[in-house]
């Protein structure tokens, strides 16, 4: 299908940045530097600045960032963790790949965990909480970190949708022990291909990840310090990331401006949800501009059929998928989120006119 306004637009995406990406791949290129040299050690640090935190880890996914987090704070089998019930599957597939067991805990209207509900999941097994910061909105951290201190409970974010988001100032991914990144291409900060990595304090965790994302072994000693994986982040995606990097602060702003636009033509429209909340000091960078739509997938084709790519992850809520083996315990809110949401086309590249066509598109299917 061709539509009139695309959800993202990559290639139209490196036109905005080209002279920047074309001179940090052939800078690469042609000296070699393919795997762990200066654009990767250049982008960490730049990275951990952005972020606030001592020490960034780049890996190889957001889902790497999730296992190698859980690793590095020795979660196996017999622990317990607490997952929200919406969120991307690789939040719980980390848990489930390292022996231990997710238990989910349901969201509430902002798409983050809610934290009422999280007391009555935990157990004599629970050993870490994972609050996912969905869409560009930050989990209650404040409230998620004092239970978690009440608890003697690891916090582990997954903060792969909120690059730039905080709570009064304080950065998504400098809250716990580790902040997961993911740099999947249609993430805030996307590289050209898969790409992730972890922020945190904590030296310890920082010597893990960079030694285990490399098959155990300490690159100056050559000493293998464990059985490790490779999930380094390559180089080369390291270079672009750094690139945009430098843009991600400009364009937070622009989303922000594409989200008040899509707030002033919209608000008016019963049955329809925007995300926009009132959490005083809670930033929203706008990852995703998730509404609800209580027409579930007659306002999602309706947008589809009239030319604008919409996304509306996630329809099946994970723990519903059988081959999973989760326990449904019942999640209202997540249930009823899942047959509502509907992502409208959120990125740098869009043009004012491709906003409002989308603005008219979704004011056509309520008569308006
Ligand atoms: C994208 C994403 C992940 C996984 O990241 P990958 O880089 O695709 O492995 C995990 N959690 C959330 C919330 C995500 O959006």
Not at 32 to 50: K, W
Not at 75 to 86: C, R
Not at 123 to 133: F, G, L, N, Y
């Amino acid at each position: 299908m061709s539509y009139k306004v695309r959800f993202v637009n990559p290639a139209k995406n490196y036109q905005m940045i080209k002279d920047e990406i074309d001179r940090a791949y052939f800078e690469v290129m042609s000296k070699g530097d393919l795997i762990d040299r200066g654009q990767l050690r250049s982008f960490e640090e730049n990275l951990a600045e952005f972020v606030g935190t001592k020490y960034a880890v780049g890996l190889n996914s957001g889902y790497d960032a999730l296992h190698m987090s859980l690793r590095a704070a020795g979660i196996g089998p017999g622990d317990e963790v607490i997952v929200p019930a919406h969120t991307f599957v690789a939040t719980c597939s980390a848990v489930v790949n390292v022996g231990a067991a997710p238990v989910l805990v349901d969201v509430t209207k902002d798409f983050n965990i809610d934290v009422d509900k999280i007391e009555e999941a935990l157990s004599e097994k629970t050993r870490a909480i994972i609050p996912v910061h969905l869409s560009g909105y930050m989990a209650d951290m404040p409230r998620v970190m004092k239970i978690a201190e009440e608890y003697s409970l690891v916090v582990i974010e997954d903060a792969c949708q909120s690059l730039g988001s905080g709570i009064n100032g304080k950065m998504a991914g400098s809250w716990g022990l580790t902040g997961c990144w993911s740099f999947y291409p249609f993430k805030i900060l996307g590289g050209y291909g898969d790409g992730g990595a972890i922020t945190t304090n904590d030296p310890d965790v920082a010597l893990f990840a960079t030694r285990m994302r490399y098959n155990g072994e300490d690159r100056e000693t050559g000493e293998y310090h464990g059985h490790g994986f490779t999930c380094l982040l390559d180089n080369l995606q390291a270079a672009f990331l750094d690139v945009k990097l430098r843009h991600l602060p400009a364009w937070i702003v622009r989303r922000k401006q594409i989200a008040d636009r899509y707030r002033a033509a919209l608000s008016d429209i019963p049955g329809l949800l925007l995300p926009h909340y009132d959490k005083p000091g809670f930033d929203h960078i706008y990852q995703n501009y998730t509404v609800r739509s209580k027409q579930g997938n007659d306002f999602s084709e309706y947008l589809k059929k009239n030319g604008v790519e919409i996304l509306t992850q996630f329809r099946k809520p994970y723990y519903k998928h059988e081959a999973l083996k989760l326990v449904d315990r019942g999640f209202p809110e997540t249930e009823a989120i899942s047959r509502e949401v509907c992502s409208l086309p959120m990125n740098v590249e869009i043009t004012d006119e491709e906003i409002d066509y989308v603005i008219k598109t979704v004011r056509s299917f309520y008569g308006l």
